[in-house]
């Protein structure tokens, strides 16, 4: 992930309901759901839910695929671990660290 791509999925993720959209998206998995379920768990209405997912799905953090007449909206994990392995890139004093130490880093 690269500098652009990190910003515009901060910038996706820096919205109350797209966050909260987001994280129930990572919490279906990878079925995902369909707009309808989601607007229903969140209390959010379809058509302010689908201008929040177009957003994320710009950002890159979502997925959507059609199945006949549903859309099936999913976290994309590759890009969520992109971003966060973006993020803690150098969390070792500076010093790039090894994908399993980062989680157990305590400079950060």
Wanted: aromatic share 4%; proline share 4%; glycine share 8%.
């Amino acid at each position: 992930m690269n500098e652009e791509q990190a910003i515009s999925a901060l910038g996706a993720l820096a919205h109350p309901q797209r966050l909260r959209t987001f994280r129930a998206l990572v919490v279906a998995g990878p079925p995902g759901l369909m707009p309808s379920v989601l607007a229903e768990q969140l209390g959010v209405a379809r058509n302010t839910l689908s201008f929040h997912l177009k957003e994320l799905s710009t950002s890159g953090l979502v997925t959507v695929e059609q199945q006949g007449r549903n859309l099936i909206y999913r976290a994309d994990f590759s890009k969520m671990s992109g971003l966060l392995g973006y993020l803690t890139e150098h969390c070792c004093a500076g010093t790039a660290c090894e994908a399993s130490l980062r989680a157990a880093c305590t400079t950060c």
